[in-house]
């Protein structure tokens, strides 16, 4: 009690002031004011820009055009010989994302050590704009190159799934090299350790977790993006899906669409699978 009214009188007599607000805190205000306007107005002069038409989407005759279409896909083509070549198509979009994604984590990884700053200022940025401009350039566009270079077929799409994946893991990579604590790597090398082997049993174990949840999360979208690649030529699903839609077989193109369901299901969970036993680990 004695000390609690000493405070208590301090206090009151002036001697100990009470704790200011920070002197940014009206500018911060501000400023979450000022973006919440800009979002505001962004979200809103989009769709003044695009004039939707929202009487019409949610029309009865849209509503009964869509149900239409829907209902033309069905029963699908369950026929054993057509079967057998989706399910080929399915192998064979399932390799090109893996291929892909395998190339770009390798890639990814010799240029995320100097995008990291581990060879100096200039590497680094050379290294950055190298990634920035491989994962700049959409998937159907390095997929249109690489038909042009390699021909029709799924090694065109495994290395245009490769240099964009390669752009987005090199940045993740790097970002993840960064921000790992340094002493590990530091005691190695002050222990008379060379570069590579401080980093490899210093750093790399630190991100390897982290490195491989990246991957099979790419895995997961570069087995969509297989199948749209398809549609260019890339082989797999996507180019069946777009054979079929193009001559109005929509019984074929359901039986296209729920095998890619398939496979995005059987690697979403395994990669679930494997990430919970890394966790685990």
């Not at 911060?28 to 989407?57: E, K, P, Q, W």
């Not at 199948?227 to 193009?246: C, E, K």
Request: hydrophobic share 55%.
């Amino acid at each position: 009690m004695r000390r609690g009214a000493g405070r208590r009188g301090r206090a009151m007599n002036g001697s100990r002031e009470p704790c200011a607000p920070p002197r940014g805190a009206a500018d911060f205000c501000l400023s979450c004011v000022l973006t919440t306007a800009l979002v505001v107005a962004a979200v809103a002069g989009s769709f003044a820009y695009l004039g939707i038409d929202f009487a019409a989407l949610f029309s009865a005759g849209a509503a009964a055009d869509m149900g239409r279409f829907a209902a033309s896909f069905f029963p699908p083509d369950l026929e054993p010989e057509f079967l057998r070549k989706t399910a080929y198509g399915a192998v064979q979009t399932f390799a090109v994302a893996l291929v892909g994604t395998l190339l770009a984590a390798a890639a990814g990884l010799l240029l995320a050590l100097p995008a990291a700053g581990r060879h100096g200022t200039a590497a680094r940025r050379l290294a950055r704009f190298a990634l920035n401009l491989l994962r700049s350039v959409p998937e159907l566009v390095w997929a249109t190159l690489m038909v042009l270079a390699a021909g029709l077929g799924p090694f065109a799409g495994a290395l245009a799934l490769a240099l964009h994946t390669t752009g987005v893991l090199g940045r993740l990579f790097a970002e993840a090299i960064e921000n790992a604590p340094p002493q590990p790597e530091q005691s190695l090398r002050e222990a008379g350790s060379g570069g590579v082997p401080a980093f490899v049993y210093g750093t790399l174990p630190l991100v390897w977790a982290q490195a491989v949840a990246y991957g099979l999360y790419r895995l997961e979208m570069n087995i969509r993006m297989a199948a749209v690649l398809g549609f260019v030529g890339a082989g797999g699903l996507g180019q069946m899906l777009y054979f079929h839609l193009s001559i109005f077989q929509q019984a074929q193109a359901a039986t296209v669409l729920i095998a890619m369901l398939a496979l995005v299901l059987a690697v979403d969970t395994l990669s679930d699978r494997l990430r919970g036993w890394m966790g685990r680990s």
